[in-house]
């Protein structure tokens, strides 16, 4: 295997090195053509990704659904950070920072933040509760295959909702690199993914993960350093060097700027100049249109999104021991923050590249290969850039494709609709729901719905107000029972279906009774900082008025779990 | 017989020692982490004050001349210059965007003689048959046009630079060129200006106070915190938690 992997890197490289050997073209266009050099690092990357995929197939369920449980603390590390880290880690969240300035940090701290209560409140207690899924947790914990079922279709449709966003960054990517439209964009590039998820299962999935994460970090940070140097800031460290450009569009830059005697300009020539900009660095800016609360809710709904997410708490399934979950989860956001540290980054130089007016309004969510392009960055690395994003998007997919179709097979076919299936009937059945999911994302990431970011933490507050009480309550509370569950669930789907609907309500451009109040206090990015702890709280109350947790279940969590 | 309550428990009522000093570093680390994360952001809310730019003051002084009937006294270069440290900010919706072009277009037409104002007419006509046309163009001719754009706006510039002040390399000339508009209001006080001050004070007012005000390793303080500190942190609390709990593992003989 080995002797193959070496082959596939020695071809690897060897295209890269006929891909720089091609003349690098000035990319002083930033939208609408075909970029060649770019176009050949996604060929190599998109066709490693594959033939990965295709060393370290799944040769069963347990293969497919957990990875043999093979996988080093490190390497699980990486894995989840390459899951974790999405579009909307790598386009998104330098987008909503260049877009709506301090608010754009609360995607930041929320999708780091959250980590710690995965930790400490998590990971242990559900590697050592040994299940494979969210919902067979939750269905053994509770007692109910009712609440099996509704966790099997939620943590579909949390997936869905994650992988829309995922979807429409690759879309984005493939638009740029290749100059198709976006519709295009996002059917080839689901195609691909598709067909590597499907070949490989989540075996294929954890090697690939790891490398796709060595891809997004050194595609992610070289970047930084080569603009932080080119603009005279600290380029040592450029996470802190950007600091100083933060105060300069904090205070403005007059044109023109000269630095040892040379202009400093961006790829059109324009001065590195800005007009004084305090509102990008300011909290909750009123231009941003951003307020305190939205800044809380937000933050406070990514983050204990993270610790519901279904396919993050999957992850630790896949390790082999108890002190590996809790190690995974701490190198994962070691390899994470290393990114989170770079995005704000790309806004702030971002920020400063296309200040002059003829460069005119750009997309925030393509805002870092544009942020590159500006800078002068070779178009090679830009091209590295947006293949590293596109790796981002493919490996959280590929987990999340995953966990949908681990949920509708092993949840629902095998342990309700056919339990008598074979290994074989299993498999297929999850490649099965596979291919559905992603058609039925493809077509709902055309639509264009929001910004990537925000798409995504649609997902964080689903999960937060539906598989984040369940856990938390499960794990930490012998008295939380089955009708506390089943009303606690209710409730947290109650709030997700009230903010959803007047979400599609508001984009149909019609209006329901107090349309206003609820789409700010309830707002479909950020419904959860309500309905999470209204569910808790409704799963404790009906808890305490209804017949106790059975006496097994208590042993086993006393004995196995908190021993 | 076996009793269920002999196992009861709650993350707040553990069944043994072992369960309370876990609980004990569960609470602590979330109570490190909230106060962190949360307070930090109460704290920056509760001590902001709502803080005007330069430019702002600049604007009133003059709209507060302009409102009270002196359109003709009022010093247009200051207006102008408040207008377009508006208009180069990024976060300017379209609508106001469209506005201060408005606004920008009748100062800078005030402040030219009469005899050139057919020409620089002609030079803004130009330019906005350039911008509307590049929209659909690609390549080659993308950039072709992108540069005689260039060379138009630069043109203009030259032309104002007399009347307005704006050299052809600083960013205000490039910001004024982008913003001239063949059809504008004839007077300040037109209705359609009417939004004007408020749109102002909304661009040009921001949250700050000493948190923000203050520099460390060259952000603003409270930038640095979040975007920074507070990532180092978490993994901090990470590795403090695990070493904690596999220290007590040991030391207490236990295997998970």
């Known amino acids: ?563 | 017989m076996e009793s269920s309550d002999q196992y009861n428990f709650s993350i707040f009522t553990p069944r043994n020692l072992h369960g309370k000093k876990n609980r004990n570093v569960i609470f602590t680390m979330l109570a490190i982490w909230v106060v962190a994360v949360f307070g930090f952001q109460f704290l920056l809310r509760a001590i902001e004050k709502p803080t005007p730019e330069k430019a702002l003051t600049i604007f009133e002084t003059e709209w507060s001349g302009i409102a009270s009937g002196n359109e003709d006294g009022a010093d247009y270069r200051a207006l102008l210059n408040s207008l377009l440290m508006v208009k180069g900010k990024l976060t300017v919706a379209a609508s106001d965007r469209e506005l201060l072009s408005e606004a920008i277009s009748t100062v800078t037409f005030r402040m030219v003689p009469d005899s050139l104002r057919p020409l620089v007419m002609e030079k803004v006509a130009e330019l906005e048959i350039m911008h509307a046309d590049i929209a659909g163009l690609k390549g080659q001719l993308y950039m072709d046009l992108k540069f005689r754009i260039q060379d138009a706006s630069k043109n203009l510039i030259t032309i104002l630079e007399p009347h307005t002040g704006y050299g052809a390399t600083s960013l205000e000339a490039s910001l004024l060129a982008a913003s001239l508009k063949k059809d504008y209001p004839v007077s300040l006080m037109e209705p359609s200006l009417a939004r004007l001050p408020d749109l102002m004070k909304l661009y040009l007012t921001h949250n700050q106070s000493v948190l923000t005000d203050t520099k460390f390793l060259g952000f603003p303080f409270h930038y640095f915190y979040t975007a920074v500190f507070l990532l180092v942190l978490f993994v901090v609390l990470c590795i403090a938690y695990n070493i904690l709990i596999e220290w007590r593992l040991k030391n207490e003989g236990i295997v998970e």
């Not at chain 1, 990965?52 to 293969?63: C, E, H, Q, W």
């Not at chain 1, 390497?75 to 880290?85: D, F, L, V």
């Not at chain 1, 959280?396 to 609709?417: E, M, N, P, Q, R």
């Not at chain 1, 900082?529 to 109350?541: K, Q, S, T």
Request: glycine content about 10%; proline content about 4%; overall charge positive.
């Open chain 1, 1 to 563: 295997m080995q002797r193959y992997m070496k082959k596939l890197y020695v071809t690897f490289i060897m295209l890269l090195a006929g891909a720089i050997s091609l003349n690098a073209q000035n990319l002083t266009q930033l939208e609408g053509s075909f970029k060649t050099g770019p176009a050949i690092i996604l060929i190599a990357t998109l066709v490693t990704f594959v033939l990965v995929g295709i060393f370290f197939r799944a040769k069963d369920p347990a293969d497919y659904y957990a990875a043999g449980r093979s996988i080093s603390k490190v390497g699980s590390g990486m894995a989840i950070a390459s899951n974790w880290m999405s579009a909307a880690s790598v386009l998104g969240m330098a987008g909503m920072m260049y877009g709506f300035g301090y608010n754009g940090l609360a995607y930041v701290v929320g999708w780091t933040g959250g980590y710690v209560l995965l930790l400490i409140l998590m990971a242990a207690q559900i590697r050592k509760y040994g299940k494979y899924t969210a919902p067979d947790f939750i269905g053994d914990r509770f007692y109910s295959r009712d609440l099996r079922i509704v966790s099997a279709v939620f943590t579909i449709l949390i997936s869905f909702a994650y992988c829309v966003g995922q979807f429409g960054g690759i879309g984005l990517m493939f638009k740029w690199i290749l100059g198709l439209n976006y519709t295009w964009a996002v059917i080839i590039g689901s195609s691909v993914v598709l067909l590597y998820t499907l070949i490989s299962g989540m075996i294929g999935a954890t090697k690939n993960m790891q490398i796709q994460y060595v891809i997004i970090v050194v595609s992610f940070l070289i970047p930084v350093f080569i603009m932080a140097y080119k603009f005279d800031y600290f380029w040592l460290l450029p996470q802190i060097g950007y600091g100083a450009a933060v105060t300069d569009i904090v205070q403005g830059i007059p044109a023109p700027n000269i630095s040892d005697g040379a202009a400093l300009l961006n790829a059109y020539g324009h001065d590195l100049s800005i007009v004084p900009s305090p509102e990008f660095a300011m909290p909750w800016d009123p231009s941003t249109g951003t307020t305190f609360f939205q800044w809380v809710a937000i933050c406070f709904s990514l983050m204990v999104g993270t610790a519901g997410l279904p396919h993050v708490i999957q992850r630790f399934y896949v390790v082999p021991k108890v002190t590996d979950a809790r190690w995974s989860v701490v190198w994962g956001l070691f390899f994470i923050c290393l990114v989170y540290w770079s995005a704000p980054a790309y806004a702030t130089f971002g920020k400063l590249l296309s200040s002059n007016p003829e460069v005119g309004v750009l997309a925030k969510d393509a805002i870092v290969v544009y942020t590159a392009q500006l800078g002068g960055v070779n178009s090679l690395v830009v091209g590295l850039l947006a293949a590293g994003a596109i790796s981002a998007a493919f490996s959280t997919v590929a987990g999340l494709l995953v966990a949908g179709a681990s949920a509708f097979s092993h949840d629902l076919y095998v342990k309700v609709i056919n339990p008598a299936s074979t290994p074989k009937q299993q498999l297929r059945i999850a490649r099965l729901g596979t291919v559905l999911m992603a058609v039925l994302v493809t077509i709902v990431a055309l639509m264009k719905l929001g910004l990537i970011a925000q798409l995504v933490s649609v997902a964080f507050s689903m999960a937060a107000c539906t598989i984040f009480p369940l856990f938390l309550l499960g794990i930490w509370w012998s008295g939380s029972n089955r009708a506390g569950a089943k009303a606690g669930l209710f409730a947290g789907i109650l709030v997700t279906v009230i903010s959803l609907t007047y979400f599609i309500v508001n984009l149909s451009g019609g209006a329901l009774p107090g349309q206003a109040f609820i789409s700010y206090w309830l707002n479909v990015w950020y419904f959860a900082w309500f309905g999470a702890p209204l569910a808790i709280a409704v799963n404790i109350v009906v808890s305490l008025l209804t017949k106790p947790t059975p006496l097994e279940i208590k042993k086993f969590l006393a004995e196995q779990v908190h021993n």
